[in-house]
T-cell receptor
Framework: SQQGEEDPQALSIQEGENATMNCSYK?????LQWYRQNSGRGLVHLIL?????REKHSGRLRVTLDTSKKSSSLLITASRAADTASYFC????????????FGSGTRLLVRP | ETGVTQSPTHLIKTRGQQVTLRCSSQ?????VSWYQQALGQGPQFIFQ???????GRGNFPPRFSGLQFPNYSSELNVNALELDDSALYLC????????????FGPGTRLLVL
């Protein structure tokens, strides 16, 4: 079963707007990652945040992590049509760090 | 684009048949993980191979098996295919032992009729 759950399941915004996606998980983790997937193809790694970090930036991406609430958010600023994709959070549990546990994803549509 | 390749890209099989999917890992990566992604769902971990040994397994039956070769490429074998095995199968390579960032291939889409 999935550990993480993304919210919302789907998001539609206008180009130039910001997109915020949330992820919740259940167990203690070493780190949390966000991946993007275009049209059912392979996943592309976006950003990794460690359990002792609270915020991380990469270009137009900003990720926050709240381990007390077991939640994370991904903010994409100044969205572009090319950002249209599904976004997944993935965690590695402390007791089984060899595997990534994915949420169910947020489907983002950026309208031109 | 990562350096991870998978073959074939698409495959159609009938129930009860066997299938072998292949994955070449990114140069320098000695760990390969396999995931199953059903339509509209997130990927689910099948198993991981590190230096040719199984390093961990998810909640999949024994008819899902794998191999890793000395060049760190890998195979996923599924016996006695069921309709629910229809999915996108993703492999991911990483270094050194599967933690942190994993680099995914484009996937093999399997349809079981």
């Amino acid at each position: 079963s999935q550990q993480g759950e993304e919210d919302p399941q789907a998001l539609s915004i206008q180009e130039g707007e910001n997109a915020t996606m949330n992820c919740s998980y259940k167990t203690s983790i070493n780190n949390l990652q966000w991946y993007r997937q275009n049209s059912g193809r392979g996943l592309v790694h976006l950003i990794l945040i460690r359990s002792n970090e609270r915020e991380k930036h990469s270009g137009r991406l900003r990720v926050t992590l709240d381990t007390s609430k077991k939640s994370s958010s991904l903010l994409i600023t100044a969205s572009r049509a090319a950002d249209t994709a599904s976004y997944f959070c993935a965690t590695d549990a402390e007791d089984s760090s060899y595997k990534l546990i994915f949420g169910s994803g947020t489907r983002l549509l950026v309208r031109p | 684009e990562t350096g991870v390749t998978q073959s074939p890209t698409h495959l159609i099989k009938t129930r009860g048949q066997q299938v072998t999917l292949r994955c070449s890992s990114q140069s320098g990566h000695n760990t390969v993980s396999w995931y199953q992604q059903a339509l509209g769902q997130g990927p689910q971990f099948i198993f991981q191979y590190y230096r040719e040994e199984e390093n961990g397994r998810g909640n999949f039956p024994p008819r899902f098996s794998g191999l890793q070769f000395p060049n760190y490429s890998s195979e996923l074998n599924v016996n006695a295919l069921e309709l629910d095995d229809s999915a996108l199968y993703l492999c991911a390579s990483s270094f050194p032992s599967g933690q942190e960032t994993q680099y995914f291939g484009p996937g093999t889409r399997l349809l079981v009729l």
